[in-house]
Nanobody, 115 residues
Framework: QVQLVESGGGLVQPGGSLRLSCAASGFIFRPTTMGWYRQAPGKERELVARITITGNTNVADSVKGRFTISRDNDKNTVYLQMNTLKPEDTAVYYC?????????WGHGTQVTVSS
């Protein structure tokens, strides 16, 4: 049974930081790509950042320089360090995992940036 357990969301003031975690379990094949997407109210889901098993990353221009993605292959866990958060970063953040050509989604964690 594949499970993606997300944690780390919450309410933060502009300029603050949060760290999201997504622990993946139940995979027969080690996840190849792990990443984060987000969806703000009234908008489409968009890629935030993703990282391959070899450490290659793809980061959205809107968060480049502020967000850092990393992963622990031994723990099948992906992290998103979010710094200098802005109100426009407010969204539900979803963990995304690719394994053996299958795509899996977490339930999402809310990130709200507001004073």
């Amino acid at each position: 049974q594949v499970q993606l357990v997300e944690s780390g969301g919450g309410l933060v003031q502009p300029g603050g930081s949060l760290r999201l975690s997504c622990a993946a379990s139940g995979f027969i094949f080690r996840p190849t790509t792990m990443g984060w997407y987000r969806q703000a109210p009234g908008k489409e889901r968009e890629l935030v950042a993703r990282i391959t098993i070899t450490g290659n990353t793809n980061v959205a221009d809107s968060v480049k320089g502020r967000f850092t993605i990393s992963r622990d292959n031994d723990k099948n866990t992906v992290y998103l360090q979010m710094n200098t958060l802005k109100p426009e970063d407010t969204a539900v953040y979803y963990c995304n995992v690719l394994s053996n050509l299958n795509t899996y989604w977490g339930h999402g964690t809310q990130v709200t940036v507001s004073s």
